[in-house]
């Protein structure tokens, strides 16, 4: 299937084919571009929303937070409220409702899918021999980034020389745009485009696990006075709040680092910019200062989606009229030939020392009775698919 | 030989798809979008290289705008980020602006320069912001005057 260069008719956003007359053939059922994407995203909402494929995790950290929350906001509220100060649950309450929009938000922003090169592009850059068999280009392509030597690899999937940052994710098969990781706890890329959700979530997930295990403290303390220490304390596992706060708080530190040195995790996991591998090696993406660099992570201006413009984009699909004489091209090599570093880290988000799940603390039962186990409530069925945010 | 067409319509009906140019982007400065400049030469007999470097330049001076940092782009970001990004269902970010100001260049561009040159530029937005796409298409038919090969009124105005 051939992209024409159709122009876009910026008012009706229709694809047109300039061959065809205008506004005569128009075919059967019009489509919408996302849903020709390749690649293995999931779409919900017409293409508003969207997904890794693998959304289970994300489930599970919905559920993770919704229950802990829950179970805080039922039995450990009341009795801080009424003995301390009605601020804590209010301000719980911001905290939670932070951290749930940062979540879906960066769960269902295009992280920057750079579409994929049309056979058009791709012919240029891979240029004809005489037979009209394309070789691949060379493997690599080095440009001068602010005075510094970066290498622009090909990929093959996606058939085009990938800009600087930019990585292949394996996992969702795109090409994403400063590629940070892939994250299945949010279930999504993290990238260009909703890298300032993904901080901002782990950033507000620290302090409302921070908040709620000070609390749940005090409410172990507080019931201590009247029923004995240790025998408040064993209806609370505070020894997993411990481990599951660690790794939050770890990762956000982790995270702040990048951000204020302007660095992915991938470029941070690899070297890149490090000293090590020569002297004279810098960031050139680096503004120079700390607060610069997190402003422009943070606030800075936020583009669109490439290549789709509105999730209202309708395709319509016209067949493909016959060409003057461009090279024809061959079918890609079915396995693409395995570059040198394999394209991307399908690793969790934590840094590789710290543990896993990020149990949140979970709050005391309500008092009288030999306390039942806290923890195994059996945890819901995985949700249905949330439902879409207001974007 | 350059073939001479009216306007866009008439692109579209006389005309078939000969070439593609791409224009690369331009990475020196970092990961902003820059288009190179530098003329390509299947352009020569088609085009003025000075008109041609001005309508990318405009555009990478377009394109600078809207990825600029400054105080109203930390503005419009702290206020998404207080109204939970809510504000941007009743207002625009300050790069659809942009887009939208580019988009009507292009037209503009395309309807006065490169279609009455059997040019079509499309928008960079479509490829990803990768490439500039340059169509040329080459006059259909006998290659005598252009003039006769279009039945349809030569001289509409849009």
């Keep these: 299937r051939r992209n024409r260069g159709g122009l876009l008719n910026q008012r009706s956003f229709i694809v047109t084919d300039p061959e065809r007359s205008f506004p005569g053939q128009r075919s059967r059922s019009p489509r919408r571009k996302w849903q020709l994407l390749p690649g293995r995203n999931r779409f919900y909402c017409d293409g508003r929303i969207m997904m890794a494929r693998q959304t289970r995790v994300f489930y599970l950290t919905l559920v993770l937070i919704l229950l802990t929350c829950g179970l805080f906001f039922t039995f450990d509220c009341p009795f801080l409220a009424s003995h301390l100060t009605p601020a804590i649950p209010a301000v719980a309450g911001v905290l939670f409702v932070f951290v749930m929009a940062t979540l879906l938000r960066a769960s269902f922003t295009d992280p920057g899918v750079l579409p994929r090169a049309t056979p058009d592009e791709a012919a240029d850059l891979e240029g004809p021999t005489g037979e009209g068999v394309l070789n691949p280009p060379p493997r690599s392509r080095e440009v001068l980034v602010n005075g510094q030597t970066v290498r622009l690899k090909y990929c093959f999937t996606c058939r085009m020389f990938r800009p600087p940052r930019a990585s292949h994710c394996s996992l969702c098969d795109n090409c994403v745009e400063r590629f940070d990781h892939h994250c299945p706890w949010v279930g999504n890329c993290v990238g260009r485009r909703n890298y300032r959700f993904f901080y901002l979530f782990i950033l507000s997930l620290s302090f409302l696990t921070l908040f709620i295990f000070a609390f749940v403290i005090t409410h172990v303390i507080i019931r201590s006075n009247r029923t004995g220490f240790l025998s408040a304390l064993k209806d609370s596992p505070v020894v997993v709040c411990f481990f599951s706060i660690w790794s939050i708080v770890g990762l956000s530190g982790f995270h702040t680092y990048l951000i204020s040195s302007n660095q992915t995790t991938n470029e941070d996991i690899k070297g890149s910019w490090s000293t090590k591998r020569g002297k004279d090696n810098y960031n050139p993406y680096s503004y120079g200062n700390i607060l610069t660099n997190c402003c422009a992570a943070l606030c800075g201006p936020l583009p669109p989606r490439s290549g789709l413009l509105l999730s209202t984009t309708v395709l319509a699909s016209s067949p493909p009229s016959p060409l003057p004489p461009l090279p024809p091209l061959p079918p890609l090599p079915a396995p693409p030939p395995p570059l040198s570093p394999p394209p991307l880290l399908p690793l969790p988000l934590s840094p590789p020392l710290l543990p896993p799940p990020p149990l949140l603390p979970l709050p005391l039962s309500p008092p009288p009775l030999p306390p039942p186990p806290l923890l195994p409530l059996p945890l819901s069925p995985p949700l249905l698919p949330p439902p879409p945010p207001l974007l | ?158």
């Design chain 2, 1 to 158: 030989m350059a073939t001479e067409f009216h306007n866009l319509q008439e692109l579209r009906h006389s005309a078939s798809l000969a070439n593609k140019v791409f224009i690369q982007r331009d990475y020196s400065e970092g990961t902003t979008c820059r288009f190179q400049t530098k003329f390509p030469s299947e352009l020569e007999s088609r085009i003025e290289r000075t008109l041609f470097e001005d309508t990318v330049k405009t555009l990478n001076n377009y394109y600078a705008e809207a990825e600029k940092i400054g105080g109203q782009s930390y503005l419009e970001g702290c206020l998404a980020c207080t109204t939970a990004y809510l504000i941007f269902l009743c207002m625009e970010t300050r790069y659809e602006k942009v887009l939208k100001k580019i988009a009507k260049y292009i037209q503009e561009q395309n309807e006065k320069i490169f279609a009455p040159r059997g040019l079509l530029v499309t928008d960079p937005i479509e490829r990803g912001m990768r490439v500039i796409e340059i169509s040329i298409y080459e006059d259909r038919g006998s290659s005598g005057s252009s003039s006769g090969s279009s039945s349809v009124s030569g001289s509409t105005a849009r």
